[in-house]
Nanobody, 115 residues
Framework: QVQLVESGGGLVQAGGSLRLSCAAS????????MGWYRQAPGKQRELVATITDGGSTKYADSAKGRFTVSRDNAKNTVYLQMNSLKPEDTARYSC?????????WGAGTLVTVSA
């Protein structure tokens, strides 16, 4: 059974940094991509960043230049380095793993950015 466990969220002041991690277990091959989505209160879930097995990345416009997604394939772990955080980055950040036609989700980690 595939499980995703996120960590690294918390409270940070505007301008600060956080590094999120997401470790996948129960899977050893066939991962197409991993990445991050976020959902702020009262808003729809939105893409933050993804990275393929080959290392190709995709970012939301709001994340470009501030966030960096990376991946350790040997550990089945994806990271999200978030710099220059803004109050509007406050959300629950959830990890996604794509394998074949299946998407797997983590429970998420809360990021709160104070002004």
């Amino acid at each position: 059974q595939v499980q995703l466990v996120e960590s690294g969220g918390g409270l940070v002041q505007a301008g600060g940094s956080l590094r999120l991690s997401c470790a996948a277990s129960g899977i050893s091959f066939g991962i197409i991509a991993m990445g991050w989505y976020r959902q702020a209160p009262g808003k729809q879930r939105e893409l933050v960043a993804t990275i393929t097995d080959g290392g190709s990345t995709k970012y939301a416009d709001s994340a470009k230049g501030r966030f960096t997604v990376s991946r350790d394939n040997a550990k089945n772990t994806v990271y999200l380095q978030m710099n220059s955080l803004k109050p509007e980055d406050t959300a629950r950040y959830s990890c996604i793993l794509v394998r074949g036609a299946m998407n797997y989700w983590g429970a998420g980690t809360l990021v709160t950015v104070s002004a």
